[in-house]
């Protein structure tokens, strides 16, 4: 979810997981695309506004279509949603996962990162959240945090070190909220 670059989506087809890639930006599928071609990778990108209630309930339908073992994964994505899409993140991971049961795993900008010298810049939404906020949505929906790391030294890119929490959350095949 929110691939950006891709990078991580193709390291993940690099190591033989099908993979599908869902982001806002029109030139993030498109570089997505472009890549998986060029390297012959099994990745698919498309596009998803996670404001938009119902492209969200079409996005967890079209992923639950196909049977296997599933993992939903957002790096860098909680904190740059505002409200109500980090809550369809959320329901779009549950409803994906309680198909089958199968893993969240999310990391993100915490409380504490703000005011922190940031190497992109200020002059983008971020919503720096308490990851206990994340923690209990995930619940409410029926998933089970089973792992959760705060701090720094977790996410250093070149020059900035920001403090991020990690948060693995299991969501048992058919749990209902």
Not at 75 to 101: I, K, M
Request: aromatic letters at 10%; hydrophobic letters at 40%.
């Amino acid at each position: 979810m929110g691939f950006g670059t891709g990078r991580d989506s193709l390291w993940f087809a690099r190591t033989g997981r099908r993979v599908r890639g869902l982001d806002f930006a029109e030139s993030a599928v498109a570089h997505g695309r472009a890549e998986a071609a060029e390297r012959d990778l099994p990745c698919e990108f498309d596009l998803l506004d996670l404001y938009d209630d119902q492209a969200v309930t079409r996005a967890a339908t079209s992923l639950t279509a196909t049977p296997g073992p599933r993992a939903v994964y957002g790096r860098f994505l909680v904190h740059s949603l505002e409200d109500a899409g980090r809550a369809n993140l959320v329901r779009l991971a549950a409803d994906v996962l309680r198909n089958g049961g199968g893993e969240l795993f999310l990391e993100f900008r915490t409380g504490k990162d703000l005011g922190q010298e940031h190497l992109f810049g200020d002059d983008h939404f971020r919503q720096f959240i308490d990851p206990m906020v994340v923690e209990l949505e995930i619940e409410d929906l029926g998933g089970a945090v089973t792992y959760r790391e705060e701090g720094c030294g977790l996410a250093v890119y070149r020059t900035e070190d920001p403090h991020v929490a990690r948060i693995v959350a299991h969501f048992p095949a058919g749990a209902r909220r």
